[in-house]
């Protein structure tokens, strides 16, 4: 089963954009929709948004205000911004396939905001 691969910026300061890339490695991203979800230590599950590359997406509404979702075809990567972080975004930022064929879960991309 194909497993997706998130990368970000690792430890951040208050108030910058963090950019987290989900890549996969097993088929075209115009061929199905993607997700963002993340999990705060010591918290549950929390989803940040989903869409597809044309265009339709879907926002957490408590996160539509700071995150955008995008695509980049040529890469195959799906890209998730999220502007002015605060200590309260620090989680592990996970990607994944909303339709099948779905992937397995990758290792997901630890994001620490802290000053």
């Known amino acids: 089963q194909v497993q997706l691969q998130e990368s970000g910026p690792g430890l951040v300061k208050p108030s910058q954009t963090i950019s987290l890339t989900c890549t996969d490695s097993?088929?075209?991203?115009?061929?199905?929709?993607y997700y963002w979800i993340r999990q705060p230590p010591g918290k549950g599950l929390e989803c940040i948004g989903y869409?597809?590359?044309?265009?339709?997406?879907y926002y957490t509404p408590s996160l539509k205000s700071r995150t955008s979702i995008s695509w980049d075809t040529s890469k195959n990567q799906v890209t998730l911004q999220v502007t002015s972080v605060t200590p309260e975004d620090t989680a592990v930022y996970y990607c994944?396939?909303?339709?099948?064929?779905?992937?397995?879960w990758g290792q997901g991309s630890q994001v620490t905001v802290s000053s």
């Open positions: 097993g088929g075209s991203i115009s061929n199905n929709a």
């Open positions: 869409g597809t590359d044309r265009g339709i997406t």
């Open positions: 994944n396939r909303l339709l099948r064929p779905f992937a397995s």
